[in-house]
Nanobody
Framework: QVQFVETGGGLVQPGEFVRLSCTAS????????MGWYRRAPEKAGELVAE???????TYLDSVKGRFTIARNDDKNTLDLEMNSLKPEDSAVYFC???????????WGAGTLVSVST
């Protein structure tokens, strides 16, 4: 069982900045594609951003230019920096890991980001 520790969520106003961080001790991130996924009430879940083992990055179109995903395999951490937040970014954000070899996935319990005036 993998226990992710996700931090950084909270209530912010539109246009503000939030950094989410994730770590885990049971797996070594360097062997996994890492990503952030979000789910808002009554909406389908979305893969917000992911970064492969060779640092290839992909983003959801609606967050391009505003969000930055970064992995630090030495520290076994994954960050998501979110700028210019919008109310539609409000969701529970989940940190996850996917093994391209075994196809196994692991997901954290999530951290809530709420963007509101």
């Amino acid at each position: 069982q993998v226990q992710f520790v996700e931090t950084g969520g909270g209530l912010v106003q539109p246009g503000e900045f939030v950094r989410l961080s994730c770590t885990a001790s049971e797996i070594r991130f360097k062997f996994y594609t890492m990503g952030w996924y979000r789910r808002a009430p009554e909406k389908a879940g979305e893969l917000v951003a992911e970064v492969s083992k060779d640092n290839t990055v992909t983003y959801l179109d609606s967050v391009k230019g505003r969000f930055t995903i970064a992995r630090n395999d030495d520290k076994n951490t994954l960050d998501l920096e979110m700028n210019s937040l919008k109310p539609e970014d409000s969701a529970v954000y989940f940190c996850g890991a996917h093994s391209p070899i075994t196809d196994r996935e692991y997901w954290g319990a999530g951290t809530l980001v709420s963007v509101s005036t």
